[in-house]
């Protein structure tokens, strides 16, 4: 990718862009820092012609170093989970066929017989860094630029190769949408190897010449200290993190939980996405600390596609309207567009935001695109010209006695009981009702639930027939990275 493509990524650019602890980077000593890494990665050669380079690192500054550095030298990034097992890293780096691996210290260690076994090379930034900067290639921007992995929450991860060019439309629709600015600072804490951290967040914020601070996990303590003291002005989460600051919040003092509310109150923009922001979370965070929450809706293979707006109502339960360049069609079962609101299809998407390519695997990528549609797999449904998510259609969408029944909507209702800390709604089969709803429960400390009182509970909140058949209280539900319920895990314990 041309240096000229994040505009503020020069070396006379004093600017600061990564906070990393201590430590201050401006965006002149990112940029040489980068070409000499990417320098390094050529080893004398003139283009890495798309070679797969993997890294196994923090958000840091050498995150970004790797990252921008595979770009500019012609590579393509392959950034993973520093919290992924053994296991699932032979995977990636098999369906990738990569050859050099980047990773520092202990990270290095955990992965030197693997990468033996693999014969892949195994370096740390360190080791590549040139002396100084080199002649890079022009990248042209059709050309394949990085490769992230599937959540693999419905089947094994698949890698989605996005271009130079696809990246920069995710990331320009946002700043605009967004209204990104070079006075916005924000925290960096989600996971690298997916798009929520690393165009979201990293990529959105070097583009518009804004302050990352980059933290290697979420440091409650140490961001909220940072909240009080108004160092944010923008705050991008997944829920499972407004969950837990939520629980933080009743942990501590009342008089602290009020200046970092205050904190929070202050910024110009706090977003949710990744998973469904339930609507008692957003109205406890909206009482909380004033700020109305934007919900946005995308994947890995589209970057965002449709999002709450930046200025005007922000719905509970909603993702808005499509982005800037994004064409958005709900389709039917029989394919047949949908022009009628309240009425659910699949979400279908067009633009330059959409990506390339399965790696290798054509089959998959042909099969889910239909009339050059790229079809999501999610189920929506639009009111009054805001959309609504009702779930994945293979896991979210109960075929329960002749209705189709959102998993999303049940479970949203639940998590307004008391005693509910956490719930995942799943369709489990059954001769009477074809799939009868189930719900599991992780209950708050010292609360204890009977079926029949959850039964009489639900009867008013919602219909007959969405109230589940069954319940199964969980000390806690299975996610991954992003925080997400992983619903086949679930069905194994039925």
């Not at 923090?58 to 990034?77: C, E, F, N, Q």
Request: contains cysteine; glycine residues 8%.
């Amino acid at each position: 990718m041309a240096v000229e493509s994040f505009p503020h990524l020069r070396d006379d650019n004093d600017k600061i862009a990564l906070v990393e602890g201590e430590l201050r980077y401006s965006y002149g000593d990112v940029n040489a820092r980068i070409d000499r890494f990417a320098t390094g990665l050529l080893a004398g050669s003139s283009d890495l012609q798309e070679e797969r380079i993997a890294f196994f690192i923090p958000a840091s500054l050498d995150y970004v170093t790797v990252m921008h550095g595979v770009w500019r030298a012609g590579g393509i990034a392959v950034p993973l989970n520093v919290a992924s097992a053994v296991s699932e890293l032979d995977h990636y780096l098999t369906c990738a066929s990569v050859t050099r691996m980047i990773a520092n210290g202990e990270y290095q260690e955990s992965l030197r017989d693997l990468c033996a076994s693999l014969n892949i090379e195994l370096l740390s930034v360190d080791d590549v860094l040139a002396e100084s900067a080199g002649d890079l290639p022009i990248i042209d921007e059709s050309r394949r630029a990085m490769m992230l992995f599937t959540s693999g929450t419905t089947n094994k991860p698949k890698g989605v190769v996005s271009t130079h060019k696809t990246i920069v439309a995710q990331i320009t629709t946002l700043i605009d949408a967004w209204e990104w600015t070079a006075d916005d600072v924000i925290p960096l804490f989600l996971p690298l190897h997916h798009i929520h951290g690393i165009i979201n967040i990293l990529s959105c914020g070097l583009w518009a010449g804004a302050t990352v601070h980059l933290f290697a996990k979420f440091d409650i303590p140490k961001i909220t200290k940072e909240v009080t003291a108004g160092t944010y002005n923008v705050f991008m989460a997944v829920p499972t993190i407004y969950v837990k600051l939520i629980q933080y919040f009743e942990s501590i003092d009342a008089a602290e939980v009020a200046k970092i509310c205050d904190g929070f109150k202050d910024m110009r923009l706090n977003i949710s996405g990744s998973a469904a922001c339930p609507v008692k979370l957003f109205n406890q965070w909206r009482e909380l600390t004033g700020q109305v929450l934007l919900e946005r809706y995308g994947m890995t293979e589209i970057g965002m596609g449709i999002s709450n707006p930046y200025n005007g109502e922000r719905r509970a339960g909603c993702v808005g309207h499509p982005l800037p360049g994004v064409e958005v069609q709900l389709f039917d079962e029989y394919d047949q567009a949908i022009t009628e609101e309240a009425i659910p299809g699949e979400i279908r998407i067009k633009g330059g935001n959409v990506f390339l390519e399965y790696w290798d695997n054509p089959t998959a990528t042909e099969e889910l695109y239909k009339d050059g549609w790229f079809c999501t797999g999610d189920v929506a449904v639009v009111e009054d010209g805001y959309y609504r998510i009702m779930g994945r259609s293979s896991v979210d969408i109960i075929k329960s006695g002749g209705y189709k029944l959102s998993a999303l909507e049940i479970e949203g209702v639940l998590l307004t009981h008391e005693d509910i800390a956490e719930v995942a709604v799943i369709g489990v089969e059954d001769d009477t009702w074809g799939e009868a709803v189930t719900a599991f429960i992780g209950l708050r400390d010292g609360a204890s639930m009977e079926y029949e009182d959850l039964k009489s509970w639900c009867d008013g909140k919602m219909s007959s027939y969405k109230i589940p058949k069954a319940i199964k209280i969980v000390d806690a539900l299975p996610r991954n990275a992003m925080g997400k319920v992983t619903k086949p895990a679930l069905r194994e314990l039925v």
